[in-house]
């Protein structure tokens, strides 16, 4: 294995007043609760904002290596859950609605199924959350 990079951040406090920062001082942003009103984000948009770009590169990887034509308008919702199971553990959930312009059905199918295959949010995740993909 060949490490590409190491993302190095500090947090300090947790999801509810809490800070975030990088290394190299590029990330600094403030956390909150999802319920409160205080400014911040929290984990569950970070996610869906990291999974859903690295989402988007590995589709066009995909794309490149196959040898289609992608839009440059590729588009991807996210949706991560923050829920409680029958145990009160917290547990998350994921959906991604896809939309990739201009690509016939079954194509654009073939495209999110390898893309799933090699993103590294989706692989580090298989098998252990629920994640929909829905492509429009």
Not at 60 to 75: D, E, F, I
Not at 90 to 106: A, S, T, W
Request: proline share 3%; with cysteine; net charge negative.
């Amino acid at each position: 294995m060949t490490k590409i990079y190491t993302a190095t951040t500090e947090t300090t406090g947790g999801r509810n007043n809490g800070v975030v920062r990088s290394t190299d001082g590029v990330l600094d942003i403030r956390l909150s609760d999802p319920a409160s009103t205080q400014i911040g984000t929290n984990p569950e948009q970070l996610m869906a904002a990291a999974w859903s770009a690295s989402f988007a590169s590995s589709v066009a990887q995909v794309a490149r290596k196959t040898g289609m034509s992608l839009s440059a308008n590729v588009r991807i919702h996210a949706e991560v859950d923050l829920s409680s199971d029958d145990d009160d553990e917290f547990v998350i959930g994921v959906r991604m609605v896809i939309q990739l312009p201009g690509m016939e059905g079954d194509i654009a199918a073939m495209l999110i199924d390898e893309a799933r295959r090699v993103c590294p949010f989706s692989r580090a995740t298989r098998g252990n959350i629920q994640v929909d993909f829905k492509i429009v």
